[in-house]
Structures are given as structure tokens and as C-alpha cells.
């Protein structure tokens, strides 16, 4: 079975600095597809990037971008020049895109990002 | 316009009851979920319907029967409440059962038993 590990339960940036928040995942899968969820206190889950595996070019959308390790199952999100709008609690997800799995998403637990002014 | 929507937002009741969470979607896609997200905030897939049909049902409670009239919609119907079945749930959509699509998530229903 797929697992996603998220091992910062809280992180802190700064107003205008860069962030990496930490995601690794566990499957003996070659074809799948990672995201970024974000869910801020209102509770709405937003997605916020995906990736495909078979894609070696790391996803990019505008201050939010991942760097993809296939072999190492790393997945990270970086975000940069963050703004105080950008604090929330953030899910790595991953779904599988083997022939005949269902669409569920497996998450992990979340990184509760705060940014300080 | 909304894309998922669920009612209620909140719903607090008793233990033993029996309440219903509904979700709808006007985005036209074929497959619908519900997910749980505990008091640790930990999210899990319970049930998934395409075009009406249970394709999902992960080792969930049989308090909990998904019913899905027409593709557009998914509601969750929880006999006989108890105090752990208290958390979010959230409703997803995506256009197809297949592999490549993203779902989107309404706004989630925050259930409190007592």
C-alpha cells in the first residue's frame, strides 16, 4: 500500500522569504501523480500544484514549485517571497495512475505553515 | 457559482442519532467522493461513486451509507452517530474515473456528536 510521510508538523517563514515543506511517499508504483493541497482556516481544500511522475520537469506555478526526486520519493514545496495569505495547514497527496486503481488520493498529515510579518 | 457545495456546514447532534450530509456538484463530473478528515486533521477517502455506481468503499462503518440519485450528487447518510465519527467531511469531484484529473473539494461539513 502507498503511504505519504510528512515529517514537519509546523513550520515558520518570514514575510517575503522562501520556504521547503517536506514530503515523501512510499509505492512500488512507476506511474502516479503527486499535489500539493492547501487548507487554510476557512477549510476549503485548495489544490495548489501537481506533479506527474513520468514528468521529470519539476512543476512551477507562479511562486509555488516542487522538486520532484523520483528515486529518492521526495517531493517537496517550495514557496517563495511568502505572504502572510499563504498561511495554512499543507497536504502532500498522491494518486495512483495504474491501470485499473481507483481515483482516491492517499494524504499525508499536514505541515501547518505560519508566516510571520 | 459554486462548484462543490455541501449542506450542512456545521451540524452538532446527539449520539445515536441519525443525520445526513449532502453534497452537490455543478462542475458535470462523473465521480464523486467523500473524505473524512479527523480531530488530527488527517484526511482519508471513505466512498467514491462514478455515474452512480460505488467504486470506492474503504472499511468504512456500515453506519455510514453514500447515496447517489444522479451523478450530480453524493450524500452521506450516518445511522446512529457516535462520539468518533465527530469530523470534517469533505466532498470531491472529478470529471471521469480515470487517472489524470483533478478533484475538487467543497467547502466540508463539520460534524459534532455529543
Known amino acids: 500500500a502507498q503511504t505519504v510521510t510528512q515529517s514537519q508538523p509546523e513550520m515558520s517563514v518570514q514575510e517575503a522569504e522562501t520556504v521547503t515543506l517536506s514530503c515523501t511517499y512510499d509505492t512500488s508504483e512507476s506511474d502516479y501523480y503527486l499535489f500539493w493541497y492547501k487548507q487554510p482556516p476557512s477549510r476549503q481544500m485548495i489544490l495548489v500544484i501537481r506533479?506527474?511522475?513520468?514528468?521529470?520537469q519539476n512543476a512551477t506555478e507562479n511562486r509555488f514549485s516542487v522538486n520532484f526526486q523520483k528515486a529518492a520519493k521526495s517531493f517537496s514545496l517550495k514557496i517563495s517571497d511568502s505572504q502572510l495569505g499563504d498561511a495554512a495547514m499543507y497536504f502532500c497527496a498522491y494518486r495512483s495512475a495504474h491501470r485499473g486503481a481507483t481515483n482516491k488520493l492517499i494524504f499525508g498529515t499536514g505541515t501547518l505553515l505560519a508566516v510571520q510579518p | 457559482d459554486t462548484a462543490v457545495s455541501q449542506t450542512p456546514k456545521y451540524l452538532v447532534t446527539q449520539m445515536g442519532n441519525d443525520k445526513s450530509i449532502k453534497c452537490e456538484q455543478n462542475l458535470g463530473h462523473d465521480t464523486m467522493y467523500w473524505y473524512k478528515q479527523d480531530s488530527k486533521k488527517f484526511l482519508k477517502i471513505m466512498f467514491s461513486y462514478n455515474n452512480k455506481e460505488l467504486i470506492i468503499n474503504e472499511t468504512v462503518p456500515n453506519r455510514f451509507s453514500p447515496k447517489s440519485p444522479d451523478k450530480a450528487h453524493l450524500n452521506l447518510h450516518i445511522n446512529s452517530l457516535e462520539l468518533g465519527d465527530s469530523a470534517v467531511y469533505f466532498c470531491?469531484?472529478?470529471?471521469?474515473?480515470?487517472?489524470?484529473?483533478?478533484?475538487?473539494f467543497g467547502p466540508g461539513t463539520r460534524l459534532t456528536v455529543l
Open positions: 470531491a469531484s472529478t470529471p471521469m474515473a480515470t487517472l489524470t484529473d483533478t478533484q475538487y
Open positions: 506533479q506527474e511522475a513520468y514528468k521529470q
